[in-house]
């Protein structure tokens, strides 16, 4: 009896796996629209591997900051098929006690949909895939591999 219980968890968490989405990827770049030099530190990661090689990034008037990111699908942090995201705070100085947000968002509803949000005090615009996906409510926007990600910031508090 102990063989034949073993077997059927073993083949009922293989066909699991089978359903599971892999991980994806995303390259993100935030364009810094404003007249002063902006801070993007990343605040918190739910369900993401990768978001980035560095918490904060400087970006001066007219630049860009690139990260790419990558979601996670581990059956150990119970990220299969949950919800991911990045929150990232925009300030106009990198000890700001001021700051605006911004946050990805990658969920289920319908298929995997992604948007970018925009709030406390960020303004600006974002693509998905070419597409706008800013401050969409749900469900957000379907996206295809590899998927680039833009980010206007045109102005913090």
């Known amino acids: 009896m ?5 077997v059927a968890s073993l083949v009922a968490a293989l066909s699991a796996s089978s359903m599971v989405m892999a991980a994806e990827s995303y390259e993100v770049s935030f364009k810094n629209e404003t007249s002063k030099m902006i801070y993007i530190k990343r605040m918190s ?3 993401m591997k990768y978001a980035g090689s560095s918490e904060t990034y400087a970006v001066v008037p007219g630049a860009t900051a690139s990260m790419a990111l990558e979601d996670s699908n581990n059956i ?4 299969v ?3 991911k995201e990045v ?7 990198a000890a700001s006690a001021s700051f605006a947000n911004v946050t990805f968002e990658h969920h289920k509803v319908d ?5 970018i949000k925009l709030y406390s005090g960020a303004e600006g615009s ?3 895939n070419g597409t706008p996906c800013s401050n969409l409510g749900a469900p957000g926007v379907k996206l295809t591999q590899p ?6 910031i045109s102005s913090t508090r």
């Open 2 to 6: 102990k063989k034949f219980i073993v």
């Open 45 to 47: 990661l739910v369900c």
């Open 76 to 79: 150990e942090g119970d990220c």
């Open 81 to 83: 098929n949950a919800d």
């Open 87 to 93: 929150n990232w705070a925009v300030a106009h100085t």
């Open 111 to 115: 298929g995997w949909r992604t948007q």
């Open 126 to 128: 974002a693509t998905c």
């Open 147 to 152: 998927s680039p990600i833009k980010i206007f």
